[in-house]
T-cell receptor, first 111, second 114 residues
């Protein structure tokens, strides 16, 4: 019962460029979260956006949420080589207590 | 340091030999969960726990057991492992039983069943 789907599956950019990743989901949500995973390691929580919010910022991260389109985007500005990782969106379902993760976007930032 | 600790980090075992992967958190979190991660399939939830003695199945619970006798510990038990359980396993915890807070993940356990 996968809820979130990220797009693209892989993204390669030059250092200093911006990276945009998208997430689409299927059912109504309470909130949506983004996580980062460095190769083979545990996921790290980046940002949470609630269903009544449209945009949220954290440092170089900007997240938008469009509940009418059931989609979200994660923008990383002025990317660095250290941003190379996989990025996952995670959604809950209204009335459920659990997070459901997509398959992720693999971001490579070339120095 | 606030963290979720999983052990072991790597494990190779044979089919049918019972094993336990331990998970412990030091943040007094109510909610704990186990996920497995496989290429092309993302993270799939195995079991979760809302509090001590309260556990429930996730999306892929077959072949696994869990227990929550203490708030801090949430071990994952494979009573008779099979090769299709070869995977990367993650334990995660969260402050409350709703999804109002981010999850804190352990470093993962890479299990190979031969």
């Amino acid at each position: 019962s996968q809820q979130g789907e990220e797009d693209p599956q892989a993204l390669s950019i030059q250092e200093g460029e911006n990276a945009t990743m998208n997430c689409s989901y299927k059912t109504s949500i309470n909130n949506l979260q983004w996580y980062r995973q460095n190769s083979g390691r545990g996921l790290v929580h980046l940002i949470l956006i609630r269903s009544n919010e449209r945009e949220k910022h954290s440092g170089r991260l900007r997240v938008t949420l469009d509940t009418s389109k059931k989609s979200s985007s994660l923008l990383i500005t002025a990317s660095r080589a250290a941003d190379t990782a996989s990025y996952f969106c995670a959604t809950d379902k209204t009335g459920a207590n659990n997070l459901f993760f997509g398959t992720g976007t693999r971001l490579t930032v070339i120095p | 340091e606030a963290q979720v600790t999983q052990n072991p980090r790597y494990l190779i075992t044979v089919t049918g030999k019972k094993l336990t992967v331990t998970c412990s958190q030091n943040m007094n979190h109510e909610y704990m969960s186990w996920y497995r991660q496989d290429p092309g399939l993302g993270l799939r939830q195995i079991y979760y726990s809302m509090n001590v003695e309260v556990t429930d199945k996730g999306d892929v619970p077959e072949g696994y057991k869990v227990s929550r006798k203490e708030k801090r510990n949430f071990p994952l038990i494979l009573e008779s492992p099979s090769p299709n359980q070869t995977s990367l396993y993650f334990c995660a915890s969260s402050l409350d039983t709703l999804t109002n807070y981010g999850y804190t993940f352990g470093s993962g356990t890479r299990l190979t069943v031969v």
